[in-house]
């Protein structure tokens, strides 16, 4: 049996999302519906204890969250006419739990509305549907928490200020708001990837949220390729989970990893998500991406990574979306195929503001100057690596290559 606090910090991993999507559904407050929901933990924390966990803990906090918003309507010193109407919306809603995962999709196309500054939308989502904080998404986006929490909390109050309507938007509006849709699906996917090496309890769940969540939007939007690209990159990655540590928790990097370890199911389901996606006919950044992911697969198969591919795939990726991430991904292939003087040049080429806190930037900074000979350079530039890394498994990873010089 679990105890109350275990059960509390389980439905905060698995239904954070969905119950904020439900209590804001109607009040369009999402700052209201997190300030509830917290009183709501709270509460449960000191009943369950006392009288033990509930048949549906969900339902109960949802429960508990909408009398803290009844109460908080009644406080602020509302009209009494207008106190019916406003319970009533409440009231409208299913009491016996959530289970309307539709709703976070509607959420997240709120939090893509155009009215919401561009570069707010991602991480409101992210905060929104899966209960990230500030200090995390900020790291996330390269950008302070104190920062990124006030810019939180403006979105936040222009959405209750205005009123943006919480429902999906027509099917002419739908792809227009896609994107910044999926870039957030996949945010909460890489941040999760980075904490389920165990460091971080709740990592393994925001990957399956993710996954979760691109299922839906799949289903919901089945005539949009980068959907279905997005979907194939997830599985494609969760696919090698097991084979990223051996059974002393070191990290294993791709190239040495144990294929036989790797879920054959989701590859097969990935490489039909991109067969499907590739039949629309219309390049995008994640079925790109997905394709990466798919050659690295092939090896096992083939005996050999097929870098003429991962080139051609990475200059594709660079010219349409030349992100860091594509711009170092480009540079450790050419690594790979022997033009590392090409592979620095174009890390040369991203700003030094950008470069300065993303951790591959400076790993393969480092390979670049070792395959030039230029080793204390290249250890400068591991050892940054290092500093920018959490994972104790990586950071060893790392180390052992500054003393071997074996990049």
């Known amino acids: 049996m679990y105890s109350a606090r275990d059960t509390a910090e389980w439905v905060a991993r698995a239904a954070y999302g969905r119950l904020i999507a439900i209590l804001s559904a109607r009040s369009r407050d999402i700052a209201a519906a997190e300030d509830a929901l917290a009183e709501a933990f709270a509460a449960a924390l000191r009943s369950w204890n006392d009288h033990g966990v509930p048949t549906n803990p969900e339902a109960w906090l949802l429960t508990a969250a909408r009398n803290v918003m009844k109460n908080q309507l009644r406080h602020r010193g509302i009209a009494e006419a207008a106190i019916p109407d406003l319970l009533a919306s409440q009231e409208s809603m299913a009491e016996d739990g959530p289970q309307f995962p539709d709703e976070r999709l509607k959420l997240l196309f709120a939090c893509a509305h155009p009215a919401i500054d561009a570069g707010i939308r991602t991480p409101l989502m992210l905060q929104t549907i899966l209960g990230l904080d500030a200090a995390r998404i900020g790291s996330a986006f390269l950008v302070a928490p104190t920062t990124m929490g006030q810019r939180l909390a403006r979105a936040k109050a222009k959405i209750r200020d205005s009123g943006l309507r919480f429902e999906l938007p027509s099917q002419h509006d739908m792809p227009q708001r896609l994107s910044e849709v999926l870039d957030a699906i996949y945010a909460a996917f890489g941040i999760g990837w980075d ?157 030094p503001d950008e470069a300065r806190t993303y951790q591959p930037y400076w790993v393969t900074r480092g390979k670049a100057l070792h395959a030039l000979g230029a080793f204390e350079q290249g250890d400068q530039a591991i050892e940054t690596a290092i500093g920018l890394t959490q994972e104790e498994p990586v950071r060893i990873f790392l180390g052992t290559l500054i003393s071997s010089r074996a990049i």
């Open 195 to 351: 904490a389920a090496a165990g460091i971080e309890a709740g990592g393994r769940g925001l990957t399956e949220e993710a996954i979760y969540l691109g299922r839906l939007l799949a289903a919901l939007m089945p005539d949009e390729p980068e959907v279905k690209g997005l979907l194939a990159l997830m599985l494609y990655c969760d696919a090698r989970r097991d084979a990223r540590r051996d059974e002393r928790g070191a990290f294993i990097s791709l190239d040495r990893q144990d294929a036989r370890l790797w879920k054959r199911d989701l590859i097969i389901e990935a490489e039909s998500l991109l067969t499907a996606a590739s039949r629309h006919a219309r390049f995008g950044r994640f079925q790109c991406e997905a394709a990466i992911q798919s050659v690295h697969v092939q090896r096992p198969i083939t005996g050999r990574t097929n870098h003429e591919a991962l080139l051609t795939l990475y200059r594709m990726l660079v010219q349409h979306h030349p992100s860091i991430g594509a711009k170092t991904g480009l540079s450790a292939v050419l690594i790979e195929a022997g033009q590392e003087g090409e592979a620095l040049g174009l890390l040369d080429t991203i700003a």
